[in-house]
């Protein structure tokens, strides 16, 4: 049986795929807690083998061996220069690059984080489960699985305190939720094992995609400095709320 972890797929650019507000190559938070949940199957279950698949460029490197570092069997790393230009990949495009990954693979569970950093994306787990046409739920913090009744039942965090208990059946795809678990540190032996392990590089052809498949996704992302004329209310929550009142009622807004 095998299991996949989507790792730091989120935030995909020419820097690579860290979570680039910390300005180091870590895992990201939520991925973390997704290839935990994995390492935590294969300690329960005979015969697991943990895949980690992230899409970006060679810098990408060192969150993949952290991965493996923290236990995963292997990885894969799927990247084309043509993809460079994107400064940031939506749902869409990260589901189409990763489906062909997965199928390859042909796991029985697919992990990924519920949410990506810093982008703060939600989508991607529950998309590539549309292109996959396999089950799915989301916010996953319990994960209790059946393989003799291809079942897995999950408990999914909502808001309000509030939770659900489903049962989906395999193959599935799961996003999972920071209160899943805790996520292990690495020892200093497999830090030094991930640096020598090899990761298979997969290019567009090797997938059956080629760039005219993924030119309509790209989107990138401009910012715009703010209105020097826009008047910014500070001070006391008060003093401001009435600040902006005389403000609006100057503009002829009545209370």
């Known amino acids: ?17 860290a979570d680039r507000s910390r ?19 294969q300690a329960s279950q005979d015969g697991v083998e943990v895949v980690t698949a992230t899409v970006g460029p060679s810098t990408a490197d060192p969150v993949v061996r952290a991965g493996l570092a923290r236990g995963a069997d292997r990885a894969i790393r799927l990247w084309d220069d043509r993809l460079a230009e ?28 519920a949410q990506s950093g810093p982008e703060g994306f939600g989508a991607t787990g529950v998309t590539l489960a549309s292109a996959l046409g396999y089950g799915w739920a989301t916010v996953v913090t319990d994960v209790a699985l059946d393989r003799d009744a291809e079942v897995v039942s999950v408990r999914c965090d909502r808001d309000g305190g509030r939770y659900e208990l489903v049962d989906i059946s395999l193959p599935a795809v799961l996003t999972v939720g920071t209160g899943c678990n805790e996520p292990r540190h690495a020892a200093l032996g497999a ?11 997969r290019s567009l052809e090797d997938i059956g995609l080629d760039a005219a498949d993924t030119a309509g996704s790209l989107a990138r992302v401009d910012t715009v400095d703010r209105d020097p004329d826009a008047t910014l209310f500070e ?17 002829g807004v009545k209370p």
């Open 235 to 251: 001070g006391a929550p008060a003093a401001a709320a009435a600040d902006l009142a005389r403000v609006l009622r100057a503009h």
């Open 1 to 17: 049986m095998q299991v996949l972890v989507t790792v730091a797929p989120n935030g995909v650019g020419p820097d690579g795929v």
């Open 86 to 113: 994107a400064d940031l990949f939506d749902p869409r495009l990260k589901a189409r690059l990763l489906a062909p990954v997965v199928a390859d693979v042909a796991p029985t569970l697919v992990l990924t984080g």
């Open 23 to 41: 300005g180091d190559y870590t895992l990201p938070e939520w991925d973390a807690h997704a290839l935990e949940a994995a390492l935590v199957l």
């Open 191 to 201: 830090v030094r094992a991930a640096q020598q392990a090899d990761v298979a590089v």
